[in-house]
């Protein structure tokens, strides 16, 4: 839950405020520390036979009312999220919620932490692995991401070309109608870099204003219509 919220807000302020979380903590705690002493959660016989006792249904609802709260959160602020930061939170949530509800529907089968791993490697993979090589403003590729690619490129001997762009008078805009307009103007050309370059480029934003295309695309007269095109668009 709590690392959901950073990634929808991305405040380390907040976290501290998250109160409501606390709760939630606090009942896992009791109840984990309370079964050492008197079976609330579970208990297991001198037979070795695991049994449910009543707290535990409390234990799931609290954790599936948390799970349903993160859920809505999610979908409130979705326009603060990047499509693939959405999806992998979404999973992040469903999984352990699905293998939770099959553990509690069918007794003796463990699916719970199974589920968990692969909820966090989906996170792993969508957000802390795909979703850091991209550009939060923009949503291109990162400077270190076109310089690993470029790597590869050399690496693999594999033809390619380099287009670089900077947006005249960028810092005007931002001084005569301020840094929100300036933001759009830099997301408006990526939008554009990538509905005419995207399928067949790598493109990233290098610097403020700076971007980089890196194309195997290497025929002159391909890549001076590429850029005729461009400036159509613009």
Do not use: C, W
């Amino acid at each position: 839950a709590i690392y959901a919220d950073y990634t929808i807000f991305h405040s380390k302020a907040r976290l501290e405020k998250l109160y409501y979380f606390s709760p939630v903590i606090l009942i896992g705690v009791v109840l984990s520390i309370t079964n050492l002493f008197s079976p609330v959660l579970y208990s297991i016989s001198e037979i070795n036979e695991f049994s449910r006792e009543p707290f535990i249904y409390l234990n799931m609802g609290v954790l599936y009312g948390l799970s349903v709260f993160i859920t809505v959160k999610v979908f409130q602020h979705r326009k603060n999220l990047k499509k693939i930061e959405f999806t992998g939170l979404v999973f992040f949530i469903l999984f352990p919620a699905i293998g939770g509800t099959i553990q509690m529907l069918y007794y003796g089968l463990a699916s719970l932490y199974s589920m968990l791993a692969l909820a966090i490697f989906t996170v792993f993979i969508t957000i802390e692995t795909i979703g850091s090589s991209r550009d939060f403003l923009t949503g291109l590729f990162t400077r270190k991401k076109a310089y690993e690619y470029v790597t590869y490129l050399l690496d693999s001997r594999i033809p390619f070309s380099v287009i670089s762009f900077d947006l005249d008078d960028f810092k005007e805009i931002n001084d005569k109608y301020g840094h929100i307009k300036g933001d759009q103007t830099l997301v408006f050309f990526a939008h554009k870099l990538t509905s005419i370059l995207g399928k067949n480029a790598l493109i990233s934003r290098i610097g403020g204003d700076e971007f980089l295309v890196i194309t195997t695309e290497i025929n002159p007269d391909k890549l001076q219509s590429i850029l005729d095109e461009l400036h159509v668009e613009i």
